[in-house]
């Protein structure tokens, strides 16, 4: 059965860091394609950054560009999401998903994704 499972929230400080994990297990196929999403109180399910099986393409939301990095770790089959200056406005819920592919623009739609976790709350704020 596919899993997703998200780790890592919290609460923050402005100016703050975390470090959000996505593990995955009973994937029957190789191409494990991961994204991160976010989704804030009242607005739009938010793409902020996806990374490739062998994690050696990667991209980013504008508005997340230079203050969040996205690695993985195929052996633990854990992707990481470290995000450093935070600010309030990236106070959201944070979803990891999977795809069977992987293209630069993915990020940009949900639809692209298949299967979900079920999110971790970050909440910047002091």
């Known amino acids: 059965q596919l899993q997703l499972v998200e780790s890592g929230g919290g609460l923050v400080q402005p100016g703050g860091s975390l470090r959000l994990s996505c593990t995955f297990s009973g994937f029957s196929w190789d191409y494990v394609a991961i994204g991160w999403f976010r989704q804030a109180p009242g607005k739009e399910r938010e793409g902020i950054s996806c990374i490739n099986n062998d994690g050696d393409r990667t991209s980013y939301a504008d508005s997340v560009k230079g203050r969040f990095t996205i690695s993985r770790d195929n052996a633990k089959k854990t992707v990481y999401l470290q995000m450093n200056n935070l600010k309030p406005e990236d106070t959201a819920v944070y979803s990891c998903?999977?795809?069977?592919?992987?293209?630069?623009?993915?990020?940009?739609?949900?639809?692209?994704?298949?299967?979900w976790g079920q999110g971790t709350q970050v909440t910047v704020s002091s």
């Open positions: 998903a999977h795809s069977r592919y992987y293209t630069q623009s993915m990020c940009t739609s949900d639809k692209n994704f298949a299967s």
